[in-house]
């Protein structure tokens, strides 16, 4: 079993949609959480921090379910610039980011 | 401009041939790390670096070598490469305090081995 197990897509959206990406991590003793993105052969570029409360960043919001391990990331009103790959990444404790093999959005006109 | 520079970006070499990707950050990081990425792996750390002259392997370090003399460099050694060495490579760059603080890729380096 992987450690960060993403669904790999391509999630394929109109504009304006709302979609969501689940992540699972099977290390309970996992510390930090974060979703990064990925343009096509483009280096990766943190998005956000994920925190236990959850947090939003505009029409971005990232909730974390220790208990279940899963973190999820919320696009609200997708745009064709949000096209690309998500990362979900997870810090261990020996502070080794972990990263599951992304999810792909496309977001159609 | 806070940056991690890699270079070369692109390499075609053949198998069993020394070559040196490069890796440089002007944020004066303390802990830098290469990974390598494959379709349907994600990222797989090869080794990682907290401080000068402190190295350590990553998951997948079979092939590889590298070193820190300087804070800034932290250059991959591939010493004979062989053809599952084909990849893209990234090398990334963070301060000491992880969970707060991001981390910083390179560009990248699309190596092929023949």
């Known amino acids: 079993r992987k450690e960060v197990e993403q669904d790999p897509g391509p999630f394929n959206v109109p504009e304006g949609a709302t979609v969501a990406f689940n992540c699972t991590y099977s290390?309970?003793?996992?510390?930090?959480f974060f979703w990064y993105r990925q343009d096509c052969r483009k280096e990766p570029k943190l998005l956000m921090s994920?925190?236990?409360s959850g947090n939003e960043d505009g029409r971005f919001t990232a909730q974390l379910n220790r208990a279940s391990q899963y973190i999820s990331l919320l696009i609200r009103d997708s745009k064709l610039s949000d096209s690309a790959t998500y990362l979900c990444?997870?810090?261990?404790?020996?502070?080794?980011?972990?990263f599951g093999s992304g999810t792909r959005l496309l977001v159609r006109p | 401009e806070a940056q991690v520079t890699q270079n070369p970006r692109y390499l075609i070499t053949v198998t069993g041939k020394k070559l040196t990707v490069t890796c440089s950050q002007n944020m004066n990081h303390e802990y830098m790390s290469w990974y390598r990425q494959d379709p349907g792996l994600g990222l797989r750390q090869i080794y990682y670096s907290m401080n000068v002259e402190v190295t350590d392997k990553g998951d997948v370090p079979e092939g590889y070598k590298v070193s820190r003399k300087e804070k800034r460099n932290f250059p991959l050694i591939l010493e004979s490469p062989s053809p599952n060495q084909t990849s893209l490579y990234f090398c990334?760059?963070?301060?000491?305090?992880?969970?707060?603080?991001?981390?910083?890729f390179g560009p990248g380096t699309r190596l092929t081995v023949l």
């Open positions: 994920v925190y236990s």
């Open positions: 290390n309970s003793a996992s510390q930090s």
């Open positions: 990444v997870v810090m261990d404790s020996s502070y080794k980011l972990i």
């Open positions: 990334a760059s963070s301060s000491r305090e992880f969970s707060t603080d991001t981390q910083y």
